[in-house]
C-alpha cells in the first residue's frame, strides 16, 4: 500500500537551516504522473502548500516561500528532501509530505505522511 | 499573492444537506484549477475527498459530491453524518505558480 513518512528535527534555532525527508512506499517516484508535496500547518491554523516535485524533476515552489525554499529526490532511496533556509519561530508548524498523481487535465493529492512537528526556538 | 477563501465556519442538522465553496482571487474558477478538497479532523493528517473538480477517491464516501458553483469550486454534503464533523480545505493548482490551499471552513453538525 501506499506510505509516506517525514523525517527532520523535532527542533531547530532560528536562522538555522531545516532539512526534512519523504520516504515513500508502495509506489516509486520515477513511475510517469507521480510527484510529491511539502505541506505545513502551523498549529490551529490551516494548510500551506510549499512545494511540489514531479517524477520528470520538474519542481514548483510557494511564491511567498520560493526564496527559502529547495525540493529535490533521490529515486533509488525512495525520498524527497525539502530544505527551508533561515528558519524563524513563525515557521513552527507540522510538516506533511503527500503524493501527487498528475497529467494533462488533471492533478490531485491523494496519500498523506501523518506529518511531523518542527518547533523553532532558541 | 493569490489569495483562495472559504466560508470561515458552517453548520448543518445531522442528515441535512450543506455546501462548501472555494473561491480564487484571480477570478473564477474552472475545470483548469483542478480542484480538490481534503477533510481534517483533530489531531490528524489531512485525507483526500475529491480531485479535479468532481471525482471520488476510492474511500470517498458517496455523500460527498463536488463541482463549479457560481465561479468557484464546491463541495457539497448531502445526508450529513455526526462524524463528519471536521476542517475541510480546498486546493487550486495554478500551473506554473504553484498551488495554494484556502483557510478552511470549520464545519459543525448540530
Known amino acids: 500500500q501506499v506510505t509516506l513518512k517525514e523525517s527532520g528535527p523535532v527542533l531547530v534555532k532560528p536562522t538555522e537551516t531545516l532539512t526534512l525527508t519523504c520516504t515513500v512506499s508502495?509506489?516509486?517516484?520515477?513511475?510517469?504522473?507521480?510527484?510529491v508535496s511539502w505541506i505545513r500547518q502551523p498549529p490551529g491554523k490551516a494548510l500551506e502548500w510549499l512545494a511540489h516535485?514531479?517524477?520528470?524533476?520538474?519542481?514548483s515552489y510557494s511564491t511567498s516561500l520560493k526564496s527559502r525554499l529547495t525540493i529535490s529526490k533521490d529515486t533509488s532511496k525512495s525520498q524527497v528532501v525539502l530544505t527551508m533556509t533561515n528558519m524563524d519561530p513563525v515557521d513552527t508548524a507540522t510538516y506533511y509530505c503527500?503524493?501527487?498523481?498528475?497529467?494533462?487535465?488533471?492533478?490531485?493529492?491523494?496519500?498523506w505522511g501523518q506529518g511531523t512537528l518542527v518547533t523553532v526556538s532558541s | 499573492q493569490t489569495v483562495v477563501t472559504q466560508e470561515p465556519s458552517l453548520t448543518v442538522s445531522p442528515g441535512g444537506t450543506v455546501t462548501l465553496t472555494c473561491a480564487s482571487s484571480?477570478?473564477?474558477?474552472?475545470?483548469?484549477?483542478?480542484p480538490n478538497w481534503f477533510q481534517q479532523k483533530p489531531g490528524q493528517a489531512p485525507r483526500a475527498l475529491i480531485y479535479?473538480?468532481?471525482n471520488k477517491h476510492s474511500w470517498t464516501p458517496a455523500r460527498f459530491s463536488g463541482s463549479l458553483l457560481g465561479g468557484k469550486a464546491a463541495l457539497t454534503l448531502s445526508g450529513v453524518q455526526p462524524e463528519d464533523e471536521a476542517e475541510y480545505y480546498c486546493?487550486?493548482?495554478?500551473?506554473?505558480?504553484?498551488?495554494?490551499f484556502g483557510g478552511g471552513t470549520k464545519l459543525t453538525v448540530l
Open positions: 503527500a503524493r501527487n498523481l498528475y497529467d494533462y487535465g488533471d492533478y490531485q493529492v491523494d496519500y
Open positions: 479535479s473538480t468532481s
Open positions: 484571480t477570478g473564477a474558477v474552472t475545470s483548469g484549477y483542478y
Open positions: 486546493l487550486l493548482y495554478y500551473g506554473g505558480a504553484g498551488v495554494v
Open positions: 516535485i514531479f517524477s520528470n524533476d520538474e519542481k
Open positions: 508502495g509506489f516509486s517516484l520515477s513511475n510517469a504522473r507521480m510527484g
